[in-house]
Each structure stands twice: as C-alpha cells, then as structure tokens.
C-alpha cells in the first residue's frame, strides 16, 4: 500500500548511488547476494536475542535490495536477476519470523508459525498472478521497473520491513504482532485471488 508512494521518493536517491556502484563495476547480482547474507546476518542476531544488530542488519540489508534494482539500471538488467531478487526476498522474509520463533519457540512458536504460513499463501498468490500476467503480456510500472508483475495490496514490502522493524524495537511483543499481521497478510492475499478472478476469468 506504501510501495507506490514511497518510490517516487527514494528513487532518485537509489538510483544515483546505484550509479555509483555500476561505475566501480559491481554487478547488480553482487548486491543482491550481499542483501541477503546482511539479512540473514540479521536473522542469526535475533535468533540469539540481539535485537538492535538484527534491526541495523535489516536496514542495511534492505538498502541493498533498493539498490540491486538501480544497478541494474544502471548496468541493463536480465532475467536472471530478476528471479534472484525475488527468491532471495523470500528467503529473508521467510528468515525474521523464523528468527523470533528460535529465539523463544515456547512463547512464539505458535504466532511464528501462524505468521509464515500467511506468507506462504501471500508469496503464492503473488508469483501467481504474476506468471499469468506475464502471459497475458500485463505490464505495470506501479511499483518501478520490476522484472516481475508487481500486484499492490494491503501489505507490500515497505510495510513488512517497518513490521520488523517494530519486531525489533518491541521483541516482547512479537505474538500479538506476529497473529495481527498474519490476519492481515491474508486478507491481502484472499484479495490478491479475487482480482486475479476478475482480472484472468474470460
């Protein structure tokens, strides 16, 4: 919901120093790997009850994922990169709740589990609709220049990470969060399959 106000603001930004980083001949693949491991660099600190690492870890790794995007820009992009950015956002993703849920699996066992199986039918019905819009020849720039069909809703990326981050800030609190966030990951995703519905039906 954030995603498409937020881009025409940091854009600019990314898209400089993703220049920068083109001109010294790093590849915007480079950065992706290196956002991941900062993010599950992340996950391991939380893991271990290291909450302010894990948020700096987060940010930074997030940063990267901005900047993959403007490297590759910058340098031409390819499909290949595309599908590693994607695969490794899931990844990490996938990793922060599983982070909370190690770190106390008694407590937050339940709500963690809860919580990645709302991302699960969230992702599908994301990489979902995108394959078929793919071969419907739909094209969106919604969300910027995306190698995949960027489909908004309720809750995108710059809501989960500001949901981590809170995470971080208030580790005590994960379960109230973690049940409340995950209701709504599936409202998204429940009306991500009802325009898929309208969109894809004939």
Partial sequence: MLDRHLRPLIDPSLDR????????GV???????AGLALGLAAAVAIALGAFWTGLALILVSRLADGLDGAVARARGGSDF????????????????P???VLHDPAANGAAGAFLLASFYYNGATFLGFAVLAE???LTTQSHGSKALYFTGGMLEGSE?????????????????MAWVFGALCLVTATARVLLARKVFRG
């Fill in 135 to 137: 071969k419907r020849g």
């Fill in 98 to 100: 599983l982070a909370f």
């Fill in 17 to 24: 120093m993703g220049g920068g980083i083109a001109r010294l």
């Fill in 27 to 33: 590849g915007a693949n480079v950065v992706t790997l």
């Fill in 81 to 96: 990169g595309g599908y590693l950015d994607i695969t490794s956002d899931f990844l990490f993703y996938g990793a922060i």
């Fill in 160 to 176: 989960t990470i500001l949901f981590f981050v809170l995470l971080c800030l208030l580790p005590q609190h994960f379960v109230p």
